[in-house]
């Protein structure tokens, strides 16, 4: 019964093609879940890491289910419909019946979450925890890839050489990141995702005599469910970025995000002042206008239009989606990135920090926060490396000896605002100015707080100016501030439109511990208030723990059972390992997608080059590759990512990037060769899979430990996976 599940009357040439097809389909599958269901599910954009748990954990259940005449791949179809129905009818609930997803309890929270706190729990009718919205789904997500992780399982079994399997496998990923890559480079819409994931499954389906008109059928929908959002008002435009679905809506400028409101593009003539302030300190505090300005978080313009009303000569707009940016160029009423004093680049913003050699007047954070993670290996957020103590001395090496480092958003919490403001008294020497725009006269670390304007540098102009002469007075209306010193203590208001309002440094009263704790590039979580795990955090690890456990005894093997301890250890270790070198190359290249593709990319090529040499050398010492193995992460541990900050092309990116990269060719080795000699491939495979969950979940712990340390953790799963034995061919 076996041999005809597995092979099915295949040669072996079509076993190996259904590996490499199967490994494209689980690779593409799996980010185009990660991009689709982190836009259309509400707030999971901020938990993206459970679709890529989801995905594992069915890929293991598939294997483990490789021997059970249940033909999961065939019920792909119903569940990817019921799937995507369950978002729709998610995003409904939340949109037009009232409901209210409590995300951390945002009014006290450990962890803040920007855009989640906008509907109040405890006014609404219905509350339910994010926890439960991501429990659903990590469920239902799961049971979609169980079909392709079942026929992965089943074609190790019928494939005669297992390691040469496994590269077909892994080259199929290569091709599932290269595909995907390029759909993401031409903004391709989801439907062209999911057709391509449809159309790969209805082959194997038709290879399986399973391919009926009701399936089909439902492939057809599933692969067009993302064409039930098209809003045919001709009122909004949606375009999918590389990191966002992005709506604009066309009459009035307003731009969402994954159903979060982010910006809007506004005239200078009709609001947005804050975005003026720091040229109106800057004049009426007797300086010359700045010259040279760079602006990180440039978007779709509205600081860059406001910039050049004052004088400037140059800009180098940093924007990191090219989306946004194309929306601004484009569609912005004052046409800024038109004005050929403009510079627009498309770059992570730490990464142009680092990389330029230009000296600014003023280098400003505009609005910088990105709603999203960086990917699902890591819980950091686009711009995490951009509020580290190491972030803010690259700011300090790109300003001239006066210039001035400005930082302005909507921060929530008191203790944001005085982490970032003792970092910047700590890099630069000076006490930072903190502007609350709603005056106040204290700051308090644990009340919440609007927007608030944050001045760094060592240039006294400006407080000077507010000791001297008290309040500043802003309007508004940005017009009516040209025509005023906002420092005259009686600014002739009467004949003005718009609302004026005093402006003055705020006193910083910390009365919590949040405060205190600064970030660093190996601890980077500037919205976490201090080296914990947060209760959130453990309850969803827990939750999806608990579920995760139940689908692998729902799908393990009839009969005595036992996980491959020594493949599970190695799925968990490695999962660590990828998540330490997204960070890394991150913090070394940006946090941009291209980056994060070519780290995946580069995984995958290293894991196929350790396949090959075990093929080549079939007499591997494993304790020899342990060695070396252990032996980099000792050394990654012991020194510090910021070592790397500075210095030649080769300390700053070779040697980085050999500790973070170098291994998972040991990793490899090692896996490839425990792999070929295990008696049952499929359990083997679903073993280790089912350990790469548990390395996710073991990655909440970085907010505690932070990366350098969580290796230590890996450290820890390697020893492991090195004293459990090995199971011989049957």
């Known amino acids: 019964m076996l041999g005809m599940i597995a092979g099915d009357g295949l040669n072996q040439r079509q076993v190996g093609f259904n590996l490499f097809l199967v490994g494209f389909l689980i690779l593409f599958l799996e980010l185009a879940c990660i991009r689709w269901f982190s836009a259309k599910v509400i707030f999971l ?3 993206t890491n459970v679709v890529l748990l989801a995905a594992f954990l069915g890929m293991s259940c598939g294997c483990l289910a490789a021997r059970r005449t249940t033909n999961w791949l065939a019920l792909f179809p119903g569940l990817a419909v019921m799937t995507f129905t ?3 009818v998610t995003m409904e609930l939340y949109t037009n019946w009232g409901f209210a997803i409590d995300v951390g309890r945002q009014a006290s929270p ?29 469920v239902l997500i799961a049971l979609m890839f169980v079909g392709l992780g079942q026929m992965l399982g089943r074609a190790f079994d019928a494939y005669s050489n297992r390691v040469a399997g496994y590269s077909l496998n892994i080259g199929g990923s290569l091709a599932g990141i290269v595909g995907f890559s390029l759909l993401s480079f031409a903004q391709a819409p989801p439907a062209a995702w999911f057709a391509i994931c449809c159309a790969g499954i209805a082959y194997l389906l038709h290879q399986d005599k399973a391919l009926l008109v009701p399936r089909i059928v439902a492939l057809v929908v599933a692969a067009g469910f993302s064409l039930f959002y098209t809003d045919r008002s001709g009122i909004h435009e949606t375009r999918w970025s590389p990191y966002y679905a992005i709506d604009l809506n066309k009459s009035n400028g307003e731009i969402f995000v994954n159903t979060i409101g982010h910006q809007m593009m506004i005239p200078f003539n009709d609001s947005g002042s804050s975005y003026s302030l720091i040229h109106l300190l800057q004049k009426h505090s007797g300086g010359p ?37 194309n929306v601004g160029i484009h569609q912005h009423p004052d046409k800024p990135y038109q004005d050929p004093r403009v ?3 498309l770059d992570d913003g730490r990464h142009f920090l680092r990389a330029t050699e230009h000296k600014y007047d003023l280098v400003v954070y505009a609005l910088v926060d990105s709603l999203i993670l960086h990917s699902g290996y890591a819980n950091i957020r686009l711009e995490s490396y951009l509020f580290t103590e190491q972030a803010f001395q690259d700011v300090r090496r790109v300003l001239k000896s006066d210039g001035i480092f400005v930082m302005y958003n909507y921060y929530r919490k008191g203790w944001i605002v005085q982490r ?31 927007f608030t304007t944050i001045i760094a540098g060592c240039n006294p102009r400006i407080s000077n100016a507010f000791r001297e002469r008290g309040k500043f007075w802003l309007s508004s209306v940005p017009p009516e501030n040209l025509l005023v010193n906002g420092f005259d203590k009686s600014p002739d208001k009467t004949a003005q439109s718009g609302d004026w309002l005093p402006l003055a440094p705020a006193k910083l009263v910390v009365d919590s511990e949040g405060a205190k704790q600064s970030t660093s590039d190996d601890w980077p979580f500037l919205y976490v208030s201090g080296k914990l795990i947060p209760d959130l955090t453990i309850r969803s690890i827990i939750l999806l723990g608990v579920l995760g456990f139940g689908l692998i005894y729902f799908f393990k093997p009839k009969g005595a059972w036992q996980p491959n301890n020594r493949m599970f250890f190695l799925g968990a270790a490695f999962m660590l390992l990828e998540t330490k070198a997204v960070v890394q190359m991150a913090l070394l290249f940006g946090s941009t997608w291209l980056v994060n593709s070519a780290v995946f990319f580069t995984a995958l090529l290293l894991i196929l080059a350790a396949n090959l040499y075990v093929i080549k050398v079939p007499s591997i010492q494993l304790p020899r590759h342990y060695a070396g193995l252990l032996t980099l992460l000792a050394v990654t541990v012991l020194v510090p990512l910021d070592a790397f900050l500075s210095g030649g092309i080769v300390w700053r990116y070779a040697i980085p990037c050999a500790l973070s990269l170098g291994p998972m060719f040991f990793a490899g080795v090692i896996f490839a060769r425990s792999f070929r000699d295990e008696g049952n491939p499929d359990q083997a495979f679903g073993s280790n899979i089912a350990g790469s969950v548990i390395g996710g979940l073991t990655e909440s712990f970085s907010t505690l430990l932070g990366f350098r340390y969580l290796l230590i953790v890996a450290i820890c799963f390697y020893l492991l996976s090195a004293w459990m034995p090995t199971r011989g061919k049957c």
């Open 420 to 450: 970032v403001a003792s970092m910047a008294k700590k890099v630069f020497g000076c006490d930072p100015l903190v502007l609350p725009l709603l005056y106040s006269d204290t700051l308090a670390s644990s009340e919440a707080v609007g």
């Open 45 to 47: 954009q901020f938990f």
């Open 289 to 325: 206008p700045f010259k040279d300005v760079m602006i990180i978080g440039a978007g779709s313009g509205n600081d860059v239009a406001h910039a050049l009303r004052f004088g400037v000569d140059r800009i180098d707009a940093v924007e990191i989606d090219p989306v946004i940016q």
């Open 86 to 88: 369950a978002a729709l």
């Open 343 to 345: 510079f627009p680049h």
């Open 110 to 138: 450990q962890e803040v979450f920007f855009g989640t706190e906008y509907r109040n729990p405890d006014l609404a009718k219905f509350v339910v925890p994010i926890e439960a919205i991501a429990g659903l789904f990590f």
